[in-house]
């Protein structure tokens, strides 16, 4: 018997709800919802994997698409199983794939880790950093009550910081100074969530240049490569991209293209884990900085996310996380922050312990709250805004 065959998966929709409102340039969100992936072998190893879930299609692919085709493959073959739901047709329709698939791989590689003893950092080149800068994630409309959150943020430990603007251009640069003002020289980035017209990005930036940003990140529409290579070159803060790079190929393109200085990369959004390293190395060949972007991690994802931090070298970037705004966990281990870093796990697999209980607790079996405004019926985000 082939011990590392994948012999069954299940998943779950879980739903945490967060402490309070966050607001965005899509609207608004009061929970997190993932999908949660378990996957036992037919030599009785189980392994965990979490994914984003913002829309409906994604648990539709998995129980239709990667699931089944999971089956015909072993915990260590994750290159195998991407490419095979590509093949199944989904080389046309990438983006729709890869929250779906990253669940599954992710437990692939926790039930390949936990199957040698081995921490997953462990099995991609090995330890570089033991701990991970975790950035305070500031979003709010007001201008006020994001500089409010950030002085707690700095009182708990964070050293750098990032502000969501892109809801109006009139809060854009309010917004900005408050938190600057709140942190003082600390390391501050923006995120417009491409909500910014190329005329628009030239001017804000413009004005944004007394606040010393890190870098804004995804100023303009998320397919607009070019546009944002000749926003680079038209103007001295640094732009990093996030929507524009979900892909393998989206990352090769925005470095073939020269459009961004700084790239912030998800697993869930690349389709796995292992797509992510990739990534990573394609970026490090041309000498740029890489993060890992937020949608609400729970502990399984928080705890690859710090796997990938741990043996990726140019991933020496604060990686944001909403960590702090969850009002509750699926894993029993939690995440402490030291110095403005959470620590990297080092047991077997992903390193952490699901919490079964909570993760009924948790379950729902519907989307709720990812995008829209239930507060303004009717409103839609358009991208880009203004």
């Not at 698409?65 to 999971?70: E, F, G, M, N, R």
Request: overall charge negative; proline content about 6%; charged content about 25%.
């Amino acid at each position: 018997m082939d011990d590392l065959r994948i012999a069954s998966v299940r998943h779950w929709l879980v739903r945490v709800p967060f402490r309070k409102l966050i607001e965005w340039g899509s609207g608004t969100r009061s929970g997190a919802t993932r999908l949660v992936v378990r996957i036992e072998t037919a030599g009785g190893v189980v392994g965990w994997g979490e994914s984003i879930c913002l829309l409906d299609a994604i648990p539709a692919v998995l129980e239709r698409i990667v699931a089944p085709l999971a089956l015909q493959h072993r915990a260590d073959e994750a290159e195998a199983l991407h490419r095979h739901v590509l093949g199944a047709g989904y080389y046309h329709h990438k983006r729709a794939a890869v929250m779906a698939m990253a669940a599954v791989e992710m437990a692939m590689w926790d039930a390949l880790g936990r199957a040698t003893g081995r921490p997953l950092h462990a099995l991609w080149g090995g330890r570089f950093r033991e701990k991970a800068e975790m950035v305070a994630y500031l979003l709010a409309a007001d201008p006020g009550a994001a500089a409010e959150t950030a002085a707690e943020f700095l009182r708990q430990g964070h050293r750098s910081f990032k502000v969501k603007i892109g809801m109006s251009e009139a809060t854009d640069i309010p917004l900005v100074r408050a938190v600057r003002e709140a942190v003082g020289d600390a390391p501050l980035r923006a995120d417009v969530n491409g909500a910014w017209t190329p005329g628009t990005a030239r001017r804000q930036l413009h004005k944004l240049l007394p606040y010393d940003l890190a870098w804004v990140e995804q100023p303009l529409e998320l397919d607009d490569l070019l546009g944002h290579a000749e926003l680079r070159r038209a103007q001295p803060v640094p732009i990093a991209l996030d929507e524009s790079a979900y892909t393998l190929q989206d990352v090769g393109n925005i470095v073939r293209m020269g459009a961004a200085d700084v790239v912030l990369l998800d697993p869930h959004e690349a389709g796995g884990l292992w797509p992510v390293v990739k990534q990573a190395a394609i970026c490090e060949s041309a000498g740029i900085p890489v993060t890992l972007h937020s949608g609400g991690e729970l502990g399984l994802s928080q705890s690859a996310y710090l796997h990938l931090a741990a043996s990726i070298p140019n991933m020496s970037l604060s990686i944001d996380t909403e960590h702090t705004y969850l009002g509750g966990d699926i894993v029993a281990e939690r995440f402490t922050l030291e110095e403005g870093c959470f620590r990297v796990p080092t047991g077997p697999g992903l390193g952490v312990t699901v919490d079964e209980d909570a993760l009924r607790r948790f379950s729902v079996e519907r989307i709720e709250g990812a995008y829209l405004d239930p507060a303004r019926p009717g409103w839609f985000p358009l991208k880009p805004a203004y």
